[in-house]
C-alpha cells in the first residue's frame, strides 16, 4: 500500500490532488486513540510537498475545532511553500 493510498488522497490532475476531510477526520480520530497526530499530520505534510494543488472535499468535517487547526497548520506550511488549497 502506498502512502497516499493510506491517507486517501486522490490524483485529480497533474499535480493536483483531492483531500477528504471525512477520511483524514477518521484517521484523526484513531490517531487520537493512540497518540499519534502528531505523525498523521507530518506524514500529510510530506504528501504534500509533492503536489502543487490541493482540493479539500467534505469540509463539514472541519468542525472539529482541534482537526481543523492542526490540518490548518499543514495547508499553512503547504501554502508557504508555494502550494494552493482550494474547496
Known amino acids: ?3 497516499r493510498d493510506f491517507l486517501l488522497l486522490r490524483v485529480a490532475a497533474d499535480r493536483e490532488i483531492e483531500l477528504s476531510c471525512e477520511q483524514l ?3 484523526f480520530v484513531d490517531a487520537q486513540v493512540d ?3 502528531a505523525r498523521l499530520f507530518a506524514t500529510l505534510a ?3 510537498a509533492d503536489v502543487g ?3 479539500l472535499v467534505d469540509r ?3 468542525a472539529s475545532a482541534d482537526f481543523k487547526r492542526q490540518l490548518e497548520i499543514v495547508l499553512e506550511q503547504f501554502r508557504g511553500s508555494g502550494g494552493s488549497v482550494s474547496g
Open 60 to 62: 463539514s468535517w472541519l
Open 46 to 48: 510530506t504528501d504534500l
Open 25 to 27: 477526520y477518521m484517521r
Open 53 to 55: 494543488r490541493v482540493r
Open 1 to 3: 500500500m502506498q502512502r
Open 35 to 37: 497518540g499519534s497526530e
